[in-house]
């Protein structure tokens, strides 16, 4: 069964930088594609970043050149640089994964994923 856990977020300044991370147990899935998606209230869910098997990595205009997506593949574990964060920024953030053992190519609608962590909040003050 794989399940994913986030942790790292909190409450920051604008300007300030979190990083987030997403252990992936069960994920046997070490070249499978996996992201992270964020949701603000009464807005829909977003990603915000995404990494395939060979770690090419793809963003939104929002986030491009604050946001960097990375991977330990030796650890399942999924984690997302957030830097020069803004309070548009705030929202519940989410680590979610493929299922296929391998991908190509960075995907950052919902769709593509099959699993879900419980998602972390990450609150920036002006």
């Known amino acids: 069964q794989v399940q994913l856990v986030e942790s790292g977020g909190g409450s920051v300044q604008s300007g300030g930088f979190l990083r987030l991370s997403c252990a992936a147990s069960?994920?046997?899935?070490?070249?499978?594609?996996m992201a992270w998606f964020r949701q603000a209230p009464g807005k829909e869910r977003e990603g915000v970043a995404a990494?395939?098997?060979?770690?090419?990595?793809s963003y939104p205009n929002p986030v491009k050149g604050r946001f960097t997506i990375s991977r330990d593949n030796a650890k399942t574990t999924l984690y997302l640089q957030m830097n020069s964060l803004s309070p548009e920024d705030t929202a519940m953030y989410y680590c979610a994964a493929r299922r296929y053992s391998y991908c190509s190519g960075p995907r950052l609608e919902q769709s593509e994923y099959d699993y879900w962590g419980q998602g972390t909040q990450v609150t920036v003050s002006s």
């Open positions: 069960g994920y046997t899935s070490s070249r499978g594609c």
């Open positions: 990494i395939d098997g060979l770690g090419s990595t």
